[in-house]
Nanobody, 122 residues
């Protein structure tokens, strides 16, 4: 079992920045690809970014490319999402998740955190 705990969410003005953290416990995250997802009120959960267990390959949804950066520190069992130039449409609950296989496969994410709220005011 892997337990994931996100932190770093909050209220920020449009154009601002936030860094989300996701700390794993129970098992080393070194064996997992990691992803960030978000869910806005009334909408389905959507993919935001993912990173291979090696840390050398990343993936982003088009709407965050150039603004968000996913990274990981396997020694600290932590994954990060640096979010810059935030927009009101980025407002959502952000979740991290662990995938034992292909990071681009949504159904492969078997462990999820409880989420952290990000609110971007205009």
């Amino acid at each position: 079992q892997v337990q994931l705990v996100e932190s770093g969410g909050g209220l920020v003005q449009a154009g601002g920045s936030l860094t989300l953290s996701c700390v794993g416990s129970g098992r080393t995250l070194r064996n997992y690809a990691m992803g960030w997802f978000r869910q806005a009120p009334g909408k389905e959960r959507e993919f935001v970014a993912a990173i291979k267990w090696t840390g050398d390959t990343t993936y982003y949804t088009n709407s965050v490319k150039g603004r968000f950066t996913i990274s990981r520190n396997n020694a600290e069992n932590t994954v990060y999402l640096q979010m810059n130039i935030l927009k009101p449409e980025d407002t959502a609950v952000y979740y991290c998740a662990a995938n034992g296989g292909d990071p681009t496969s949504f159904y492969g994410y078997e462990y999820w955190g409880q989420g952290t709220q990000v609110t971007v005011s205009s």
